[in-house]
């Protein structure tokens, strides 16, 4: 069974960092590419980051590049997401997911709160 | 960015009627490798969006055969054929043909 995990989120000021953590199991994790999704509360649905499978090529949207990082550990089954100067608009659930043009596996999300 | 425009973005529906839900592109979603990544999300309250379509019209696994997608170019539908208690929720249009991957706003489908 296909099962993806989200650790990570909490809250963090704005200007602070957090790092998230997706655990995959059930699938040759190594041999798919990642997505993160992220949701503000009761808003749509917005992409974040896309990595490669083997890591070599990663994607971001204006609104996070240069402050957002995508990895993977493929010896671990684990995908990354590192983010850097937060703000509030950075406030929402964040879903790792499994695919390569969209995601046909998603986590359950972990809640990502910028705030002083 | 490529913009996705859902209508309606509220859609009541009486049980057992059809809905339909349209998409539309501000650019052809048509692949340079020919493929069309167009994909139909449901999110039920209080859970992780799933994937009922990919790639227009291919139903994902475990989704039931009243779910449809179709389309070409710029313009795509979502249909329901007969509403069932447990569609309630939001729908989503996605497209990854262009980077940065891009959602439409969502219709939240009610039963009436």
Redesign the interface.
Known sequence: EVRLAEFGGGLVQPGGSLRLSCSASGFPFSSNAMHWVRQASGEGLEYVSAISSNGANTYYPDSVKGRFTISRDNSKNTLYLQMNSLTPDDTGVYYCGRGRSSPDYWGQGTLVTVSS | ?VVMTQSPLSLPVTLGQPASISCRSSQSLINSDGST?L?W?Q?RPGQ????LI??VSNR?SGVPDRFSGSGSGTDFTLRISRVEAQDVGIY?C?Q??H????????TKLEIE
Do not use: A, E, K, L
């Open positions: 960015d990544y994909h999300f999110q992780s969006p799933r994937r990919y790639r994902d989503y996605m990854g043909t980077w940065p991957y891009t959602f439409g706003q969502g």
